[in-house]
């Protein structure tokens, strides 16, 4: 099929190249001149596992190209993949004015019948909306279609191609007939639903996701009071398989560019229909505290902050990115550098500030030791595979340095960090010391 994809952002950039992978003519755009001059040379603006090699193999296989030429991408296509960035406006609600701006472009420009398919994540009724606007701008035939995306960051190109689920909501089966063909190569489910409801799942499914992250760190703050281990806890839970073991590993709670945004977008929503979500709202309250239990933790056991010399293992906001938004990582760093403590950082990916005025305020750490050897306190933030597997015996046998570590999400087994020598405090578990 002729593809084009609006947008190419985390979303529309791997929905792109994966199309073309599965044998797809894509064409990508975006405002960005410079992005797609970038891209079209095969650099990746982002870091993600994998994606790199599928891009530039499938832009010297021609099924791939990157233009800031709407008119010519949007004209003669069977599908247009909006993948715009929706963000959010103080107040929560959603900010679609990117998607009014693409979906104005394309029509304006289609010639022919052109299946509209609006990937971003967007409130309920926008697809409604987004057809009307069309209606107004062209006399040619197109259908709208909600085609929410699930994957994650960090195992993205995993991700579409082990897909639970792809939701398609549309009024129209011709339209619902092709973006299931589409993407048939894939494999995946689908699941066809109206459009209000497939624009419903995709907030509905993150909410719920994110509540089992707090649930579970909530049962750790009790786990510390009653000497309970949470990780064996959520392992015996999980065990249930009407419970499942996924997202159910306790620590500094959840951050990045989907789960916090949405879940403000959900409320909003529902305040907006005179709707009250109680539940999510504990949800992200108790999200909004984790990073206070660690550093309640640090207070606890140094009687000032103050010169204390930190390092931050860990800076994006789950590891295999190297996303920082909405990262615990800087909540924690702008707490402690309000508190006076010294900061070093270290992230096997994200080794500069790039402009942004918490990251400036600290030292970048060329690896991990290095961080630990000049740190009093350590706070591990994201359980990177090279800070999970750091041979913490050997380290301390080597330096044998006395080294405290606040572990904001479980890396090691509390044996391990004992035959070390470590002092080490976790997330719902005794204590080492
Ligand atoms: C999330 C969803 O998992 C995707 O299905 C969805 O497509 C995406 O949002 C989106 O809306 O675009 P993502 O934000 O990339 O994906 O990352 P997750 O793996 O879901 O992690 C989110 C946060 O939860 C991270 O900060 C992670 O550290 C935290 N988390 C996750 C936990 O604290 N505990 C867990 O057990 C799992």
Not at 78 to 86: F, N, Q, S
């Amino acid at each position: 099929m002729q593809i084009t994809v609006v947008g190419t952002g985390y979303v529309g950039l791997v929905t792109g190249v994966t199309f073309a992978e599965i044998g797809h003519e894509v064409i990508c755009t975006d405002v960005d001149s410079a992005k797609i001059m970038k891209l079209s040379r095969g650099e990746v603006p982002f870091y993600e596992p994998g994606l790199q090699q599928l891009m530039v193999r499938n832009l010297q296989n021609g099924r791939l190209r990157f233009t800031t030429d709407t008119t010519d991408a949007y004209r003669f296509r069977d599908v247009i993949c909006i993948a715009v960035g929706t963000p959010s406006r103080p107040d929560g609600a959603v900010d679609v004015s990117y998607i009014e701006q693409a979906v104005l472009e394309v029509a304006k420009a289609i010639e022919q019948y052109t299946v509209i398919v609006v990937k971003s994540t967007v409130p309920v009724g926008t697809n409604e909306q987004v057809r009307a606007m069309v209606q107004q701008h062209t006399n040619c035939p197109f259908d709208i279609v909600s085609n929410p995306e699930f994957l994650r960051e960090g195992s993205a190109i995993h991700d579409i191609y082990h897909g639970d689920r792809i939701v398609i909501g549309a009024d129209s089966d011709r339209a619902a007939d092709i973006v299931t063909e589409l993407h048939k190569p894939f494999g995946t489910p689908v699941f066809r639903t109206d459009p209000r409801s497939a624009e419903l799942i995709k907030y509905a499914s993150n909410a719920f996701l994110a509540t089992k992250i707090s649930y579970i760190n909530e049962m750790a703050n009790l786990c510390e009071k009653l000497g309970a281990n949470v990780d064996a806890v959520a392992h015996g839970m999980g065990l249930d398989r009407r419970i499942g073991s996924p997202f159910l590993q306790a620590g500094l709670g959840y951050g990045g560019s989907c789960f916090p945004k949405d879940i403000r977008a959900l409320l909003h929503m529902a305040e907006s229909a005179q709707s009250e979500l109680q539940l999510l709202r504990a949800v992200s309250i108790v999200n909004e505290q984790r990073p206070y239990v660690v550093l309640d933790k640090l207070k606890q056991r140094f009687s000032s902050l103050r010169n204390l010399r930190v390092a931050i293992l860990g800076l994006s906001f789950k590891p295999n990115t190297d996303d920082i938004r909405e990262a615990v990582s800087l909540v924690m760093m702008k707490e402690l550098l309000k508190a006076g403590a010294s900061l070093i950082v270290y992230d096997p990916i994200v080794n500069q500030a790039k402009g942004n005025p918490v990251l400036e305020s600290a030292r970048f750490a060329g690896s991990m030791k290095e961080a630990l050897d000049w740190a009093e306190a350590s706070i591990i933030v994201t359980e990177w595979d090279e800070i999970r597997s750091f041979p913490l015996l050997q380290y301390n046998q080597e330096t044998l340095k006395e080294t405290i570590i606040f572990d904001g999400r479980n890396c090691y087994a509390l044996a391990e960090a004992e035959r070390a020598g470590v002092e080490y405090y976790s997330v719902g578990r005794p204590a080492v010391n």
